[in-house]
């Protein structure tokens, strides 16, 4: 009783900061700052601001759908860049661009190999695209695969590469493919784009003989092209009508 009579008596004694100290002002300031920064208005507007967040668990990420590693890759490496742009700068010169084969195409790993296939796909580089996927090919690692011509043959078939994309076309049977829908829609597409409606109804037959005949986009490709044709004639024989009656007229 007496301990605490007395260490009350000393802090009586003890003489409070002046309200203009530099301390006071800060632990104030400091104070007034902290009761700012947590006034229900701020912590509303910071939860408005906020973005919920859906994760998904490992059960149900089990059930997505997803194809193979390399397919669904965004960002290609650094050697996928050089081979690129290596393959690129030698196009014009057969000794150069041997020796990128061999120096650099020659070494990537297959992620990198495929990175470099589709970049020149998506590059319009039709012709090393060829020399690149021929090279897939005689990876130990390869696999006869039918994403990896529907790929090719779609640049093929943009470019109007009619020999190229029917040589492919008999490649991937003679690996034991079956051609699907997509397949055949790429060879009826690229026939049409070259102006060869026989050859694209050729192809269509062949998709009525294995059922694939009621696919709508290729029906619309030759209705397309039957149409075009029709109104060429149709021009062309209305051209015919107004020269033979200015004949006549003079």
């Not at 650094?78 to 690129?88: C, G, P, S, Y």
């Not at 650099?104 to 020399?131: G, P, V, W, Y």
């Not at 021929?134 to 020999?163: C, H, S, T």
């Not at 619309?220 to 149409?227: L, P």
């Amino acid at each position: 009783m007496q301990r605490s009579f007395l260490l009350m008596k000393l802090l009586s004694k003890v003489k409070s900061p002046s309200q203009n100290s530099p301390s006071s002002i800060g632990w104030e300031g400091r104070v007034v700052r902290w009761t700012q920064l947590t006034t229900p208005e701020l912590n509303l507007s910071r939860c408005r601001v906020w973005t919920p967040v859906r994760c998904m668990s490992s059960s149900k990420a089990k059930e997505q759908p997803r194809g193979s590693l390399w397919r669904t890759r965004s960002v290609i490496s650094k050697e996928t860049v050089q081979a690129v742009h290596d393959l690129r700068r030698s196009k014009d010169s057969p000794e150069d661009l041997k020796r990128a084969f061999q120096h650099r195409i020659s070494r990537l790993l297959k992620m990198d190999l495929l990175a470099t296939l589709a970049e020149l796909q998506r590059q319009n580089e039709i012709f090393l695209a060829l020399k690149v996927f021929d090279v897939v090919r005689k990876e130990i690692w390869y696999k006869p695969d039918k994403f990896l011509y529907r790929q090719m043959m779609d640049a093929l078939g943009r470019n109007r590469m009619i020999p190229e994309l029917e040589q492919k076309f008999q490649e991937l049977q003679d690996e034991g493919i079956l051609p699907d829908v997509v397949i055949y829609r790429e060879l009826v597409g690229a026939y049409i784009r070259s102006h060869m409606l026989d050859r694209a109804l050729e192809m269509h037959r062949k998709m009525a003989e294995i059922g694939c005949a009621d696919d709508a986009l290729t029906n619309q490709f030759i209705e397309r092209e039957k149409m075009r044709l029709e109104r060429k004639a149709a021009l062309k024989a209305e051209t015919g009508d107004a020269g033979q009656a200015e004949v006549v007229s003079n």
